[in-house]
């Protein structure tokens, strides 16, 4: 495989992921991992320069799961 061909389907994959993931849709890789969305709920927060307190709002952040499997692998890996 070429590197423009791989670039296609690695950038296509991640639109995937993103527009699913923009639709509160996780996406499971079977073998390697999950892409899901975490909740944070509301927060205080301080801003240093300014000694000011901020509110942050309660949001969504993307995150990844890696698969028990995926770890197993990696961690043999990591003792050889």
């Known amino acids: 495989m070429d590197y423009a061909t791989a670039l296609t389907v690695v ?9 699913s993931l923009a639709n509160q849709e996780p996406v499971f890789l079977r073998g ?4 899901i969305l975490k909740h944070r709920a ?3 927060a301080r801003n ?16 990844f799961k890696p698969a028990k499997e995926f770890v197993a692998s990696i961690s043999k890996l990591k003792n050889i």
């Open 32 to 35: 390697f991992g999950s892409f």
């Open 48 to 63: 240093i320069s300014r000694n000011t307190t901020v509110i942050v709002p309660e949001h969504d952040i993307p995150a």
């Open 42 to 44: 509301e927060k205080t």
């Open 11 to 19: 950038e296509s994959f991640m639109s995937e992921v993103k527009s």
